[in-house]
């Protein structure tokens, strides 16, 4: 499995690009795999400002649905279209055209209670 090491994770199994007060956020590489083949993401929280850990969309997959939980409070700038075309990009590129949301966070904080790519491969068992 594949953890880019630029990027910070959470044990929720969501992982979180920084550029600047912005950042991107999907579901890794582990979380794909354990969910199967993804048919929806249900998205809806474009300018909607989100506390840390509480739901911001849910993702199913052929035989599960899977609540999507907020890394960092921060209001949802942009919601990925393309996976509404294509769910599947979810399972093919999670780290790429696979993601979900961009925000800008309002507690620069709480990045540092984000995983390293280290840490979360010890979470998984990796």
């Known amino acids: 499995m594949n ?29 794909q795999h354990e969910l199967g083949d993804i048919v929806y993401v249900d998205v809806n929280t474009v300018g909607e400002t989100i506390d840390r850990e509480a739901v911001f969309g849910t993702v199913e997959a ?21 996976i509404d075309a ?20 309002n507690t620069p904080s709480e990045v540092n209670d984000l995983l390293s790519a280290e840490e979360y491969k010890k979470l998984i068992g990796d």
Do not use: C, Q
């Open 3 to 31: 953890f880019p090491e630029d990027l910070k994770y959470t044990k929720d199994h969501e992982w979180v690009r920084i550029n600047g007060s912005e950042a991107t956020i999907g579901i890794t590489d582990f979380a």
């Open 62 to 82: 052929v035989k599960t649905v899977s609540d999507l939980f907020m890394p960092l409070s921060g209001e949802v700038l942009e919601i990925n279209k393309g």
């Open 86 to 105: 294509a769910p599947e990009s979810v399972n093919t590129d999670p780290y790429g055209a696979g993601w979900m949301i961009k925000i800008k966070f």
